[in-house]
T-cell receptor
Framework: DTAVSQTPKYLVTQMGNDKSIKCEQN?????MYWYKQDSKKFLKIMFS???????INETVPNRFSPKSPDKAHLNLHINSLELGDSAVYFC?????????????FGPGTRLTVL | TQLLEQSPQFLSIQEGENLTVYCNSS?????LQWYRQEPGEGPVLLVT?????EVKKLKRLTFQFGDARKDSSLHITAAQPGDTGLYLC???????????FGAGTTVTVRA
C-alpha cells in the first residue's frame, strides 16, 4: 500500500497553462505539506496544512494555491505556469507537526514547463 | 540565504571508508532531522534529535546534535555502496514554526 501518493508522476506543459497536482495519504495523518525541489536538489517548503487549515505559507507566488478538501488530500494548483516553476514537487504528511514527527514523502511530481 | 548550511556538498569515497557530513546554523532549533533521498524518490527519515548534546546511533550511522542545538553531524562508519544517496538535514523552530532543509550532501560510495 502506498502511504503518500501523488499524481501525475511527470507533467510537461507549456508556459502560461494552468495545472494541478494531486496528493493523497492513507496514514491517517493530520498534517500535509508541499515542497519544491530545484535542479540543485534544494528542498524548500511551500505550504503546510494541519486538519485542513493552512499553518505554513512560505513566500510563494500567489499563482500557487493549495486546496485541502479533507485531511487525507492536499492538492496543488498552479496558474499561469512559468519556466522557473520547473522542478520536482513533493507532497508529504506527518502525524503531528513537522520537526517533532516523521514526515512521509510521496514519490514526487517532475514538472517541466516549456 | 539558507538557514542551514550543509558541508560538504559532494562526497565520493571508497567502500569501507568513514565519512562525516555537517549541518550548521546560527539559529537554535527545537529539533533536527536527517533524511536520505535516493534518485527518483522522496526523502526518508533516518533520525530525529531534540536534546542538545544528544548522540543517536543507527547501525553504522551516528548522529550528533550540538550542545547549543545549532548544528548537527552525521558520521558513517565503514561506508557501503548502499549508503549512496542525498543526505538532507532539516531543522524546526517551534517559536516561529519555521521548518528549513539544508541544501543536501550527495554521497557516493564506490565498490
Amino acid at each position: 500500500d502506498t502511504a503518500v501518493s501523488q499524481t501525475p508522476k511527470y507533467l510537461v506543459t507549456q508556459m502560461g497553462n494552468d495545472k494541478s497536482i494531486k496528493c493523497e495519504q492513507n496514514l491517517g495523518h493530520d498534517t500535509m505539506y508541499w515542497y519544491k525541489q530545484d535542479s540543485k536538489k534544494f528542498l524548500k517548503i511551500m505550504f503546510s496544512y494541519n486538519n485542513k487549515e493552512l499553518i505554513i505559507n512560505e513566500t510563494v507566488p500567489n499563482r500557487f494555491s493549495p486546496k485541502s478538501p479533507d485531511k487525507a488530500h492536499l492538492n496543488l494548483h498552479i496558474n499561469s505556469l512559468e519556466l522557473g516553476d520547473s522542478a520536482v514537487y513533493f507532497c508529504a504528511s506527518s502525524l503531528g507537526l513537522a520537526g517533532a514527527d516523521e514526515q512521509f514523502f510521496g514519490p514526487g511530481t517532475r514538472l517541466t514547463v516549456l | 540565504t539558507q538557514l542551514l548550511e550543509q558541508s560538504p556538498q559532494f562526497l565520493s569515497i571508497q567502500e569501507g571508508e568513514n565519512l562525516t557530513v555537517y549541518c550548521n546554523s546560527s539559529s537554535v532549533f527545537s529539533s533536527l532531522q536527517w533524511y536520505r533521498q535516493e534518485p527518483g524518490e522522496g526523502p526518508v527519515l533516518l533520525v530525529t534529535v531534540v536534546t542538545g548534546g544528544e548522540v543517536k546511533k543507527l547501525k553504522r550511522l551516528t548522529f550528533q546534535f550540538g550542545d547549543a542545538r545549532k548544528d548537527s553531524s552525521l558520521h558513517i562508519t565503514a561506508a557501503q555502496p548502499g549508503d549512496t544517496g542525498l543526505y538532507l538535514c532539516a531543522g524546526f523552530r517551534s517559536n516561529d514554526y519555521k521548518l528549513s532543509f539544508g541544501a543536501g550532501t550527495t554521497v557516493t560510495v564506490r565498490a
